[in-house]
């Protein structure tokens, strides 16, 4: 069975802790939310998006006569349906949350979450949190940002060495809750033995580089909970400006 950890720490800078997270053995669902949004509101729309896609990933699980609002896509495994569905409810029931009550207006939130099946591990996203993939000594990011940086990378607007001083460095353009309709990548990987998998939010990434991430998970044989509060004692030590929350998970060797 599948090991798995979270870990959540509201930083150095912040008063309050806008990020969320689930760990749910028992529906092989685990997901990082990162809200964004005045006062409280992001703390709200990160809590509803993890209620809400845990809700429908469990239902999807055991009602086989459940209803797919927006049907079902043929190029996605079930799983790969389960996650998206969730994703888009969550986002239609933050964008309503926001929409009717003043004070939640402009709220939204990131959201990496994935469900695992045997060795299959299927990933949605939208925005800046992210999903790692540690095997062996290599790191790989296994998401896509959905961030002004990202894009101007990708059209050779901006090179590497600009992105971590960049003025919008920090501007996401997709997230749940900012739009009444939501497109969000899902895509699907084989784990192997002894693979460690990392869900985080920028508050981790923002403030230690992928090598460093890459360098503190490379023992991938101690227990989690250890590594996790390494992960957020090195955003922290580096100034933390942000929540930074991880999820951990491993591939039994």
């Given at each position: 069975?599948?090991?798995?950890?979270?870990?959540?720490?509201?930083g150095?800078?912040?008063?309050?802790?806008?990020?969320?997270?689930?760990?749910s053995?028992?529906?092989?669902?685990?997901?990082?939310?990162?809200?964004?949004?005045?006062?409280?509101?992001?703390?709200?729309?990160?809590?509803?998006?993890?209620?809400?896609?845990?809700?429908?990933?469990?239902?999807?699980?055991?009602?086989?006569?459940?209803?797919?609002?927006w049907?079902?896509?043929a190029?996605?495994?079930?799983?790969?349906?389960?996650?998206?569905?969730?994703?888009?409810?969550?986002?239609?029931?933050?964008?309503?949350?926001?929409?009717?009550?003043?004070?939640?207006?402009?709220?939204?939130?990131?959201?990496?979450?994935?469900?695992?099946?045997?060795?299959a591990?299927?990933?949605?996203?939208?925005?800046?949190?992210?999903?790692?993939?540690?095997?062996?000594?290599?790191?790989?990011?296994?998401?896509?940002?959905?961030s002004?940086?990202?894009?101007?990378?990708?059209?050779?607007?901006?090179?590497?060495?600009?992105?971590?001083?960049?003025?919008?460095?920090?501007?996401?353009?997709?997230?749940?809750?900012?739009?009444?309709?939501?497109?969000?990548?899902?895509?699907?990987?084989?784990?192997?033995?002894?693979?460690?998998?990392?869900?985080?939010?920028?508050?981790?990434?923002?403030?230690?580089?992928?090598?460093?991430?890459?360098?503190?998970?490379?023992?991938?044989?101690?227990?989690?909970?250890?590594?996790?509060?390494?992960?957020?004692?090195?955003?922290?030590?580096?100034?933390?400006?942000?929540?930074?929350?991880?999820?951990?998970?491993?591939?039994?060797?």
């Amino acid at each position: 069975m599948i090991e798995a950890f979270g870990r959540t720490d509201v930083g150095r800078r912040r008063k309050i802790n806008e990020d969320s997270y689930l760990v749910s053995p028992e529906a092989s669902l685990y997901a990082v939310c990162d809200g964004m949004g005045g006062h409280n509101a992001g703390e709200v729309a990160s809590k509803m998006a993890i209620e809400t896609i845990a809700a429908f990933v469990e239902r999807s699980g055991v009602e086989k006569e459940i209803t797919w609002p927006w049907g079902l896509d043929a190029n996605l495994s079930f799983d790969g349906n389960r996650l998206k569905t969730a994703v888009r409810l969550a986002n239609a029931k933050v964008f309503q949350a926001a929409d009717n009550r003043e004070e939640l207006t402009g709220m939204g939130t990131t959201v990496v979450a994935l469900v695992v099946t045997g060795k299959a591990v299927t990933i949605a996203s939208a925005g800046d949190s992210r999903c790692y993939l540690v095997r062996g000594s290599e790191l790989r990011q296994l998401t896509r940002d959905d961030s002004w940086v990202s894009a101007a990378l990708g059209e050779g607007i901006l090179n590497s060495d600009d992105v971590e001083h960049h003025p919008l460095r920090n501007v996401i353009t997709k997230a749940v809750g900012a739009r009444d309709t939501i497109d969000l990548d899902v895509v699907e990987h084989e784990l192997e033995a002894g693979d460690l998998v990392l869900l985080c939010s920028d508050g981790l990434h923002g403030m230690i580089n992928d090598q460093e991430i890459g360098r503190i998970l490379a023992d991938g044989s101690g227990p989690l909970e250890d590594a996790s509060e390494r992960l957020i004692e090195a955003a922290n030590e580096a100034g933390g400006r942000d929540n930074v929350t991880v999820v951990l998970l491993r591939q039994p060797a």
